[in-house]
Each structure stands twice: as C-alpha cells, then as structure tokens.
C-alpha cells in the first residue's frame, strides 16, 4: 500500500485504494499542519517545480506544501529563461533536472509530456497538468475538499456544471466521484454536453446514476455540491449565443434561494463572472476552501511518493 | 476444403503463409509487409476464399520471408486471430495465432497533433490495447484514443 515511487501522471492510473489512502494521507497532514508539525518530514530533501507554462496557482501550492514539510523547492516558473528555449528536448532538461532533486512537479503545455518526463527521472514525477490531457492534483484536491467539508464522498449527489466537453478537470472529476460512489449531475449547454462516449462509459464502468441537464435552474435544488467550471466565449460563433447561454449558468443568491442548506459551491478558480462576487459570503461557497485544501494533498502526495508515511 | 480448392495457391518451399485473414484484408497485408511492384520473391494471394466455418477468408504466401516483431504487431490491428505458418521444405515448421500485444510500440503515430511524441522527443509511440473488438488504442502519453478508422489509415 502507498505510493512510494509512483508517478502521478493521470487520475485514471490511480485505483481506489490509491485514492483512498492519498486522501486519508491528506487528512493526516492537515492535522500535522494545524498542529506545526509538519517541518521535519521532508528536511534535506529538493522538489524541482517545472512550470513550462505559467501558473500561480499551483506552483505555489506546490512550493508551499514542500516548504510546510521542511524541503527546499528549486525551479522555474516559466520556460524562456531556461535551455528549453536554446532547443533542448524535455527528456535532456528532464534528465539534467533529475541530478539536482529527489522529486519533480511539472506543468507543460504539450500532452503526454509528463509520461515523457516520467520515463526519463529517476525521481517521482507529480504532474501539475500537461495541456489538455491531465492535471491529477487539482482533481485529488477536489476529492478531498468534498471529504472534508461533507465528511464523504459516496452517495453524495454532485453537480457539475459549465463546459464539460472540453474541460478535463470535469472528465477527471467526474470519473473518481463515479469510481468512488457519488451520484452525478452533468449541466451544461447543449453545445458544451460531457460527451456521450464518456458517460456511457462512466455508467458502464461504475454502474453510476448520471442525470443530464441544460440549465442550473433544473439541478440547483437537490444537489449536495454545485462544482462550477468557466463557459469560454470562444466555444460560441455568435456571441449572443454566448451571452445567453452563459446567463443560464451564473451562480447569484437568487439561484441559491433554491438551494438545500448545506449545498456546497466548489470552483477551480480563477472564475470570471459565473460566480457572483455576492455568493462568496454566503455558507454555500468553499472556493477559497478548495484552494487550501491543496497543500494538504500536495503535501501527501510529496511525501507519499517520496516513502514518507505520516 | 477439397485438394481442387487447395490448389487455387501453390506451396512455398520456404517462407510465411499468412492465414484466416478477414476476407479482403490481403491488400493491406501486403501492403504491412511492404509488397509492391519492386518485390521480387514469389508472393501468393487468395481473396475471398472459403474457410472451415463457411465463411469467406483471405491468404497471403510469401517465399523466403519471416515477418518481423512490427509485421505481426501490425497485421494483429487488421487480422487478429490470423494464423502465421512458418514453412520450411514443404513443411509448417512454426505456427502461431496473431494477437493484439497489450502494448503497440513504434507501430503508429498518434493522430493528436499536441501530443508529446509528434514532436522532437527521443521516443517512440506507445498505444496500449484497450479493446479488440472492436479495435481501440490508447497512446499512452497523451490519452488519444484511436479506433479502427484512424488505425487502418496508417497502414
């Protein structure tokens, strides 16, 4: 059991039982973190952040959770200061990196290229998204801020809403929850829909109840977790299209006047307008949870894959 | 089948016969194998012949030539369950069936023009065999999935 090791490339690649215990890891190191002590875990050991392309976010969650475990993080936060920009292949940065640290969290805009770089280290690679194709930290935090501020997972009925087709933090989401026994709402435009092929599959593989739905007016009443993604105008040739749409799937306090009391409102964040400045002082919103709630699992997964058990 | 309709193909001395093809597979086959007008050994074709089951088959002889790890890669994405002679003086010295490996490696490129490996990186392609029937890859770095279209195109 564990992780040591392990890349973690795809939410796909990890079983349940991986799941469950990098959340119960998570809640350990919450703990140590409330309780300061978390500093000696990790003392002597280097986490080299790759980011090929920007990203606040989770860069500096990354570097925070190796910090709160008393490592040192080397790295960069953009490619052209780096040989990368000379033409250097991913594998020669990826093997030359490899010689300076004992883990690598990278983020790079090409798909596949944290599989590539998996099988070029010697040290765990933690993929901080690689394109379109996965981002495995945003939806294991995810997974755990619905443990946390729900107390479970399973039997939960979850919402997810926006532009499903094209977001992989929705397909990544939404197959752990069917995995691990949440009930599952898709609402989105028409044009925007969760394709049919993944459904089918997500029904087949995990025999989940899915409902479809083409507005939040239809879902907001009996969900347990509203999960909002962003509507990107671009989808839309018309942009009245796109306004009118996006009308459809913004989140106010009138909307939340139907919601049941201890509805909950995630968001990867950064949001534009689908969430209203007002919802945040209401009980329903845990977006700034969320981002918390991504040290503890980075912290996990560092250490995890580095054969630290807490 | 009756020696009549055996006849239809001569015997190879030395060589593959490729057998149970999906009728009308054989042009593919040879074209897997890289046969063309510039081929200068014996190469035999069936096409829609009849098989036990009473089906339609195709079959492919080629004199002096063993197939290659890629070949039988290959020819499993088009003709899985096809049986592979190895003839030596008249004889089938080896025979095995054709099946998709749980890995294709090199065999393929990956339709996703963003995927790591269309680019500059030291690496082959890798699908990993998600479904035989019908025929579904998956590139193992980028996700891509390829089905029986896509596949057929590149051979």
Redesign the interface.
Known sequence: MGIKGRDIITTHSLSKEDIEYILSSSEKMQKLLEDGKSHELLRGKILATLFFEPSTRTRLSFESAMNRLGGSVIGFSEASNTSVKKGETLADTIRTVDQYCDVIAMRHPIEGSAELAAQFAKAPIINGGDGAHAHPTQTLLDLYTIKKEMGKIEGLKIALTGDLKYSRTAHSLSYSLAMLGAELVFASPEQLKMTEDFTSDLKRDFGVNIEEKTQLEDVISDVDVLYVTRIQGERFPEPAEYEKVKGLFKVDLELLKKAKEDMMIMHPLPRVDEIHPSVDKTKHARYFEQAFYGIPTRMALIAGVLGVEV | MSPDKELKIEKISKGTVIDHLPAGTSPMVLRILGIDKKWENAVSVAMNVPSHGGDKKDIVKVEDRILEKEETDKLSMIANNATINIIENYAVKEKHHVSPPEFLEGVLE?K?P????N?????LTCFAVENTEPLTLR??????IMDKELIEEQL
Do not use: A, L
């Open positions: 990956c996703n963003k995927c790591v490996t680019g500059k990186e030291p690496v590139c193992k770095y980028c996700g891509r």
